[in-house]
T-cell receptor
């Protein structure tokens, strides 16, 4: 079984600052995917960024980037130039690769409540 | 895009009744959909994997007779909470990928269930 651990229940930073959310996971799988999802007060889950385990290069999406350390089983999210709209719950998630090359159901961490202060 | 809808968005029912929640992929076909449950201020927990044309696969600890899943078409999966009780009150969310090769899941907006 897989486990995902987010050790920061809540973080608060000033607008325009950079913030890093931590995530570690445990698995015996070799092929898997890692994700960061954002859940604003509307509770709609929004994909922030994803990483394939076989790729060494860290994924980047505009202001969002990850630091993927496969050997350490660490997958942190860095948000640069934080904005008020970034305020939300952030969930780290893991998925095994299925037989079709896609992903199985997600295992989520407990989440980090990120607050961007004006 | 990859849009997933859920209906209803919220429902209140009496204890002992059954409630059906629909999950639809609006602009793509989904051979597999997933159902999650989220209690207040908690994370999402995978309940089951819904496969079109076959039986759902339930996670350990999830009662399959309590949570009936039907994936009748490539765009529709339903979750029926049978004989609902107050402890079933929760936020239910579905997700789907655009194909077996798709690693990303797209989430519906969720259904808030309150059992009185």
């Amino acid at each position: 079984a897989q486990t995902v651990t987010q050790s920061q229940p809540e973080m608060s930073v000033q607008e325009a600052e950079t913030v890093t959310l931590s995530c570690t996971y445990d698995t015996s799988e070799n092929n898997y995917y890692l994700f960061w999802y954002k859940q604003p007060p509307s509770r709609q889950m929004i994909l922030v960024i994803r990483q394939e385990a076989y790729k060494q290069q860290n994924a980047t999406e505009n202001r969002f980037s990850v630091n993927f350390q496969k050997a350490a089983k660490s997958f942190s999210l860095k948000i640069s130039d934080s904005q008020l709209g970034d305020t939300a719950m952030y969930f780290c998630a893991f998925s095994r690769e299925n037989s079709g090359g896609g992903a199985d159901g997600l295992t989520f961490g407990k989440g980090t409540h990120l607050i961007i202060q004006p | 895009g990859a849009v997933v809808s859920q209906h209803p968005s919220w429902v209140i029912c009496k204890s002992g009744t059954s409630v059906k929640i629909e999950c639809r992929s609006l602009d793509f076909q989904a051979t597999t959909m997933f159902w999650y449950r989220q209690f207040p201020k908690q994370s999402l927990m995978l309940m089951a994997t819904s496969n079109e044309g076959s039986k759902a696969t339930y996670e350990q600890g999830v009662e399959k007779d309590k949570f009936l899943i039907n994936h009748a078409s490539l765009t529709l999966s339903t979750l029926t909470v049978t004989s609902a009780h107050p402890e079933d009150s929760s936020f239910y969310i579905c997700s789907a990928g655009r194909g077996v090769w798709e690693e990303t899941q797209y989430f519906g907006p969720g259904t808030r269930l309150l059992v009185l």
